[in-house]
């Protein structure tokens, strides 16, 4: 058997895709269910040369994981629904500051407190619209081990590149889901890093707006002294009242994403082309809408399904062409609706969206969305 | 000593009030790191919110001007990254003891290596002078604007008593002290704290008729005790004082070479069994 097989959890994956991705600081708290993240990378990322530090709580989690990777460190931190509410102050911080972290949020029930143990999917929102204020942000959702392991290796990918807080959403099942997989070749990943200054330190613009609108990011103590706030500020890193240059940072700030929005927004498109009705859907009820979907199938009803991979930027534009191929569009997801509103909106009217929810901790199973679709012929 | 090496001139006016404490400090701050001799590139310095926050602008050093309350969380990740690099936090009486109270105690009970500067000036300056958990009982501030009710905190006892190896206190008249106080912060492995009793005659000193900038900073000239001998007067004697001076140093271990060791540990466990 090849020795990169096992029988893995999702938490698991997601903790050795950060270490294939180059991640050595973790800082975190422990927080159902996303605890063995912490774990796992407490015992393996010191024997890597890397650190490992449990927190006095999730804000400082998040704090020092910014500090890390100012340092030069590739960094991450997990939590669940309560911690994520946490964090999302300085989630802020890190998308005006363009720095580079990874922020896991295996979903639990809520509100609040909620339902600790059980899955949901009501945090795909807060993900996107968490933190104060207009703000970049790119947010993945694994449906599987596998996917967990290279999804978190791409959320590093992505936040390296273009310099943005990269959220890997999970909920409980996909967490805590065990599953063979085989890993791929260390050698074979590709790893991307932040792109270093070729100028010398004098001539060196922290915040620099130009073509590429990722601007190079020199680590602490290189010799590129420079200043970092939460405040707006203009190109060389200082706060600035001035409304051109306000204007020119947020334009920069927000135009990146869109610049390279096909690089990454990904959905998985299975049984598209010939479908008349189709199913919208993400992470663990993805799983149930594939099994629905081959039930359908087999009873000779053309459905197709559109999983989504990549959450926010939302991919308006790949669901839009989807509605208009089909005559309705459900939408099965552990929460009351919160995608299904997006979907309504990229759909436009071209096909009717249908609701399957469920808040309860318990899974969407396959046989709801069948006799929903059945219901809408 | 050359200050503009220092700075970052073309920040310059700085929005301090004249009178304020802040910089005093920021001097006694450079002529530290000039005594040590430490180069610029391997400063960083992490501020959180407030009028002793915005130190970090006006300073060549790397440095991040962080959320409110969470310097030291900023400032303990970059140490883990980069523990070679001296790592200095400057922050003031709200930013570390109300809302980054939490923080402030973990940091010095973890006892990593870093040196936190904190002005305490009795009163939220920037937003025009509400209560901060310093403003003396009775005293008033915008939001007690019948007397503070509240009892304060002695920062300096809540970071000993949380375990932090060194400490001291001083005020902004005690400046050549003061120098002394953050090159000994500096130099010590482990946390350490100077506490600087700062004036703010804009906000606390107008709303409590305290006078000029320059009286108060003569009012903690009488009112200063060096700690030697503090130690020998009363509590009686001491009430309404400010003591000054190193109130503690002791050697204890570092978080990240005990982090080390215990790996290093580890590791030597593992490869011996193999």
Redesign the interface.
């Known amino acids: 058997m090849n020795p990169r097989t096992s029988m893995m959890q999702g938490n698991i994956a997601v903790a050795e895709g950060a270490i294939a991705a180059g991640c050595r ?1 973790f ?1 975190g708290y422990p927080i159902t269910p996303s605890t063995e993240i912490a774990e796992h990378l407490a015992r393996s990322l ?2 890597l040369g890397g ?1 490992f ?1 449990q ?3 999730e ?15 590739k ?1 991450m931190t997990a939590t669940s629904g309560p911690g994520f509410s946490l964090k999302q ?2 989630i802020g ?1 890190a998308s005006i500051t363009e720095t580079p972290v990874v922020i896991v949020n295996v979903m639990r029930g809520g509100p609040s407190t909620g339902i600790p143990t059980l899955p949901s999917q009501g945090d795909v929102m807060q993900a996107r619209w968490g933190t104060h204020g207009d703000h970049p942000i790119i947010v993945l959702t694994p449906a599987g081990v596998r996917e967990a392991f290279d999804m978190t290796v791409q959320a590093f990918n992505f936040s390296e590149r273009f310099r943005v807080p990269v959220i890997l959403l999970l909920d409980e099942i996909i967490g805590h889901v065990h599953e063979k997989v085989t890993l791929p070749d260390p050698e074979d990943l590709v790893v991307i890093d932040r792109k270093k200054p070729t100028v010398p330190p004098e001539e060196y613009l922290p915040f620099e707006i130009d073509e590429t609108m990722v601007p190079a990011m020199a680590n ?4 590129y ?7 707006v500020h203009d190109q060389t890193g ?2 600035t009242m001035d409304e051109v240059k306000i204007e020119m940072m947020l334009n920069r700030l927000h135009g990146k994403l869109d610049k390279y929005a096909d690089e990454i927004i990904q959905v998985e498109e299975t049984g598209t082309e010939d479908a008349e009705i189709g199913i919208i859907c993400y992470g663990s009820s993805a799983r149930s809408a594939r099994q629905a979907m081959r039930e359908l199938r087999d009873e000779g009803i053309p459905v197709g399904m559109l999983r989504i991979k990549t959450m926010w930027p939302f991919p308006t534009d790949r669901i839009r062409a989807f509605a208009d191929r089909v005559s309705h569009l459900v939408v099965p997801e552990l929460n009351l609706g919160q995608i299904a509103h997006e979907v309504e909106h990229a759909s436009c009217d071209r096909a009717e969206v249908v609701r399957v929810n469920r808040i309860t901790g318990d899974p969407i199973h396959p046989e709801e969305i069948v006799q929903k679709i059945k219901e809408c012929r | 000593m050359d200050y503009q090496k220092y700075l970052r001139n073309e920040n310059f006016p700085h929005i301090w009030c004249s009178g304020c404490g802040a910089g005093i400090a920021l001097k006694a701050i450079l002529r530290a790191i000039d005594d040590l001799g430490i180069e610029q590139d391997d400063v960083a310095m992490v501020s959180g919110i407030g009028c002793s926050s915005r130190t970090t602008g006006y300073v060549d050093f790397n440095t991040i001007h962080t959320t409110h309350g969470r310097p030291l969380t900023f400032a303990t990740g970059l140490k883990m990254a980069r523990p070679d690099m001296t790592v200095l936090v400057v922050t003031g009486d709200g930013d570390a003891t109300a809302i980054g109270g939490n923080h402030l105690i973990h940091a010095a009970r973890r006892n990593i290596d870093m040196t936190v500067i904190l002005y305490n000036n009795n009163i939220y300056g920037m937003t025009g002078g509400q209560a901060s958990p310093t403003t003396p009982l009775g005293d008033i501030g915008t939001t007690a604007p019948f007397g503070a009710v509240e009892n304060t905190f002695d920062i300096s006892g809540l970071v000993i008593a949380a375990g932090a190896a060194y400490v001291a206190r001083c005020t902004a008249f005690h400046a050549k002290l003061l120098d002394d106080l953050i090159r000994k912060g500096i130099e010590k492995k482990g946390f350490s704290l100077i506490e600087v009793m700062a004036p703010c005659p804009t906000a606390y000193g107008k709303l409590n008729k305290k006078g000029s900038g320059a009286k108060m900073i003569l009012d903690q000239k009488d009112a200063a005790v060096r700690i030697a001998k503090a130690e020998k007067m009363t509590a009686e004697e001491l009430e309404e004082k400010i003591v000054i001076g190193v109130l503690v140093d002791r050697d204890i271990p570092e978080y990240i070479q005990s982090c080390d060791a215990a790996v290093a540990q580890a590791m030597n466990a593992r490869n011996g069994s193999a």
């Open positions: 600081f800082a010191p024997l650190r530090m927190m006095e709580d804000i400082a989690a998040m704090g020092a994981v910014i500090g890390a990777s100012l340092g030069g460190m960094s102050e300085n911080y602490f103590g290189e010799g002294r420079y200043h970092v706030t939460g405040l200082f706060p």
